[in-house]
């Protein structure tokens, strides 16, 4: 059975960082586009970053770029989502997902795997 396991989150000030973990079993990261996405109470998931399956290719969110970095460690089947530079606008739930596309997929229905969520809150 598949599962993708999001560790890392909790309560950092504003300006800190954060390194979010995404340990996945019965499922190989890098055969699969691998997104980060955040919901915030209220709104919409979005999707924060992307890495295609042969890491090629990455997607940041504009509000993210140059403090996100998502990166993929085969050895360990785990994808990261390093977080610098928090914002208070940054608190969500982290969800980590995996689809069997090549591509990096924008839509949430394109991924068939699902994370159950980190919390990350940022505080003024």
């Known amino acids: 059975q598949v599962e993708l396991v999001e560790s890392g989150g909790g309560l950092v000030q504003a300006g800190g960082s954060l390194r979010l973990s995404c340990a996945a079993s019965e499922l190989t990261v890098s055969n699969y586009a691998m997104g980060w996405y955040r919901q915030a109470p209220g709104k919409e998931r979005e999707l924060v970053a992307g890495l295609s399956s042969a890491g090629g290719s990455t997607y940041y969110k504009d509000s993210v770029k140059g403090r996100f970095t998502i990166s993929r460690d085969s050895a360990k089947n785990t994808v990261y989502l390093q977080m610098i530079n928090l914002k208070l606008e940054d608190t969500a739930a982290y969800y980590c997902?995996?689809?069997?596309?090549?591509?990096?997929?924008?839509?949430?229905?394109?991924?068939?795997?699902w994370g159950q969520g980190t919390q990350v809150t940022v505080s003024s």
């Open positions: 997902a995996a689809t069997p596309f090549y591509q990096i997929a924008t839509m949430p229905q394109s991924y068939t795997y």
